[in-house]
């Protein structure tokens, strides 16, 4: 079973016809959202996006975009990079809160 993150809600978007097919996207999402087809970059599982932006900020022609750092996901990849426990800010409207 492939984990998605949340279904039809995702930011990101590609624009092909901008893409130079160097195909580093693919390499730098951690989720196989992307591949190579024909030179260039193809989404092929847009729900399975967590928003992280490794792809759009790793995109020369920004031929990616989006919404980069929003919600739990950013949370926890920022935790995992800064060796803090992860916070998203909704620990303060949810008193479990989401990310802890």
Do not use: F, H, Q
């Amino acid at each position: 079973m492939k984990l998605k993150y949340l279904r039809n809600v995702v930011t990101l978007e590609l624009v092909r016809e901008k893409c130079v097919g160097c195909g580093i996207c693919p390499s730098v999402c951690p989720r196989g959202v992307l591949e190579m087809e024909n030179r260039r970059a193809k989404i092929i599982d847009r729900d399975a996006c967590m928003e992280c932006g490794a792809c759009a900020m790793n995109c020369s022609a920004k031929a990616i975009l989006v919404k980069a750092g929003v919600g739990c996901a950013s949370a926890v990849i920022t935790g995992w990079l800064t060796g803090r426990e992860p916070s998203c800010g909704c620990e303060e409207s949810d008193s479990t809160g989401c990310c802890c």
